[in-house]
């Protein structure tokens, strides 16, 4: 009959394979999951196709299609005007005389601190706009380049867990403290 202290010992022991086991199934998951140059020889149009999607995103592409495209439904933008101050605005400009030339340049640099502190707020509306309508298609895009990269090939992952049996096989056990080198 077996003592208590030799069913404990054994079920360490089984636990310890087990988790020996599970580690060595990890490894060789992680290894084949961030085995590049071995993913892109077996598929290098995938690889091929998820950098050139970084290197669109990277660039602004989004951006300068949408510019691209607004351009071609809309026409080109228009000129600016010679005269940028309504016609009201002028007819007053004109009643002033001389000081006309002094009120206008007041006038021209008021609009155009306007002008630039309502850039800024324009841009952001829009750049809001664009983000919410994009941010599904990026979220969809990297999930499935982060899937095809890290998904492990099965081939690959049994290659891997053959290399990483045969190299816990090679290397000794660490010492442990039911192990006879152990310390005790």
């Known amino acids: 009959m077996a003592t208590p202290t030799d069913a404990a010992r054994d079920g360490v022991l089984a636990a310890r394979a087990d988790l020996e086991d599970q580690l060595q199934l990890l490894e060789a998951s992680g290894r084949a999951a961030v085995d590049i140059p071995a993913r892109i020889k077996r598929s290098p149009a995938k690889a091929a196709a998820i950098v050139g999607g970084a290197g ?3 660039l602004k592409g989004p951006q300068r299609l949408f510019r691209s495209v607004r351009r071609r439904v809309l026409g080109p933008e228009a000129e600016l005007p010679d005269r940028m101050l309504p016609d009201e605005i002028e007819k007053t400009l004109k009643k002033l005389g001389r000081d ?5 340049g007041t006038l021209e640099r008021d609009f155009a601190e306007y002008a630039k502190r309502t850039q800024k707020d324009r841009k ?4 809001a706009l664009l983000m919410t309508a994009a941010r599904p298609l990026l979220e969809r895009g990297a999930k499935a380049a982060s899937q095809a990269l890290l998904t492990p090939n099965p081939d690959g992952f049994s290659t891997r867990l053959a290399q990483v049996r045969e190299r816990a096989r090679r290397e000794p056990p660490a010492a442990g403290p039911d192990r006879p080198d152990g310390d005790r």
């Open 56 to 58: 669109f995103l990277a």
């Open 100 to 104: 006309g030339d002094k009120v206008r």
């Open 124 to 127: 952001g509306v829009a750049a």
